[in-house]
């Protein structure tokens, strides 16, 4: 299931917060358990409620994160390359708690939590970086809230 990446977006990845402290044989390791799937604009990679536990990367386009709440459909926002989504499932083995739609066309990296749990030391970090993004994005809904 490895995963061609040329070396321009490796550099990339590297620098990206969900890789965080990764070295380029850490990325490789990590690149030969991940996969690289493709949406078209209106394709979901994801469903809510959805069992899957599964983290994206987004290499390319634009995806849009919505909840249902009390009937409708709400956007709560839309991601770009070199960001992620699928954290909370990956983590929590959990439903999925949004849907995610391709608002272009997508490419995305694909990272399976039975493939990267095996290799500890990459995943502990992983799983760090997560807890720093989601801690990031519940202070920043705190203050939204709060301060509205």
Do not use: W
Not at 28 to 40: K, N
Not at 53 to 71: D, E, N, P, T, W
Not at 92 to 107: D, F, L, M, Q, V
């Amino acid at each position: 299931m490895s995963v061609h990446v040329p070396p321009e977006t490796r550099r990339l990845l590297l620098k990206l917060n969900l890789f965080d402290d990764l070295d380029e044989a850490e990325l490789e390791m990590l690149l030969s358990r991940a996969e690289l799937v493709e949406f078209e604009q209106g394709q979901y990679p994801i469903h809510e409620g959805d069992h899957d536990y599964h983290l994206f990367v987004i290499l390319a386009g634009q995806v849009r994160i919505s909840k249902r709440a009390l009937g409708v459909q709400k956007t709560l926002e839309t991601l770009g390359p070199g960001e992620c989504f699928g954290e909370m499932s990956l983590i929590e083995r959990r439903g999925r708690s949004a849907s995610a739609r391709a608002i272009s066309h997508c490419k995305l990296l694909r990272l399976d939590r039975e493939a990267i749990t095996p290799l500890h030391e990459i995943s502990a970090k992983i799983y760090r970086n997560i807890a720093i993004l989601i801690s990031r994005r519940l202070r920043h809904l705190n203050d939204v809230l709060t301060l509205g």
